[in-house]
């Protein structure tokens, strides 16, 4: 025990030595810096991929169609045309949000609780969808939601309803076709999450003397929000950037700002006001990752403490 505190006393003065802390903190400074080189591969790509065409845009935005130097592509956001786009946009990245995890969550919770072969199984059907292209996808629902579509023949031959329902060209099937298309995003995380689980915690909170409901809530839930918030705020990011499956199942009567923008381009031949379009949306993006990451604690979820 005597060696044992000796040891600790000298390791302590040997730390309080100004010469070897001078060493210690070179010694971190240049594995701070090794660690940097590392990165800088990395961090060019990034730059190349992600933060140039960024940078192109916000240049490309604040030209006039004449050419002239001009915030007329920024003012022009103001006009209600964009900003309808702007508001179609989030409420059906928020609705698609909300109808993913309602169906995602209970989907999440059956596979993990299947044994591993058969969850692995079932796992194929969900990841389905990224095995076909959107656009098939999406052709797919138009048939299946039209008029004349089989949800309808199926509806008036069992005599649930007597007219057609209009589930096509609208703001449901566009909701219908991108909760189909984002349901694998939330359910991949999710499921991760709960499968790592351990069931005694379920157990032990039955030992307590909580019923299932409750053992439920206070014991499983709170565990599986990292998964769910992962990914709830992975939907609503994609949800925000969505084109091909509003532009067909919109039927053109759901504007977003993906479809805006092409509009802007092959419509109107005007590059800088849809460069601004793209501007503001990756600032909102940004911003509404920054404000979910203060909500779910986002820095948890990757990983971090």
Not at 165 to 183: E, K, R, S
């Amino acid at each position: 025990m005597r060696h044992v505190i000796v040891e600790m006393h000298e390791t302590r003065a040997h730390t309080n030595d100004p010469e070897n802390v001078s060493a210690l903190a070179r010694s971190r400074s240049r594995e701070q810096s090794q660690l940097g080189l590392l990165m800088l591969p990395a961090l060019v790509l990034v730059l190349v991929v992600l933060v140039a065409p960024i940078a192109w845009l916000f240049y490309q935005s604040l030209f006039d169609m004449s050419g002239a130097l001009s915030a007329a592509n920024y003012a022009r956001l103001l006009t209600p045309v964009y900003r309808n786009a702007f508001t179609s946009t989030f409420e059906i990245s928020a609705l698609v949000t909300v109808l993913v995890l309602v169906f995602g969550y209970p989907l999440s919770y059956m596979l993990s609780q299947l044994p591993t072969r058969m969850a692995s199984f079932c796992m194929v059907f969900v990841v389905l969808p990224f095995w076909t292209s959107t656009l098939v996808r999406t052709y797919a629902w138009m048939i299946l939601l039209q008029r004349s579509g089989l949800i309808n023949s199926w509806l008036l031959n069992s005599g649930l309803i007597d007219q057609p329902l209009q589930l096509v060209n609208n703001f449901t099937g566009t909701a219908i076709g991108m909760t189909h298309v984002m349901l694998p995003c939330l359910v991949l995380p999710l499921y991760g999450a709960m499968k790592s689980i351990d069931p005694v915690y379920m157990r032990a909170a039955a030992n307590c003397g909580a019923d299932p409901i409750r053992a439920f809530w206070q014991a499983y839930f709170p565990m599986t929000l990292p998964g769910l918030a992962a990914g709830v705020v992975l939907v609503f990011v994609l949800c925000l950037g969505f084109y091909v499956t509003p532009a067909l199942l919109g039927g053109g009567h759901v504007n977003v700002v993906a479809m805006q923008i092409q509009s802007d381009i092959s419509v109107y031949g005007n590059p800088g006001a849809a460069s601004a379009l793209g501007v503001i949306l990756v600032i909102l993006t940004m911003i509404v990752l920054f404000a979910l990451g203060k909500l779910f604690g986002l820095e948890k979820i990757y990983g971090g403490r």
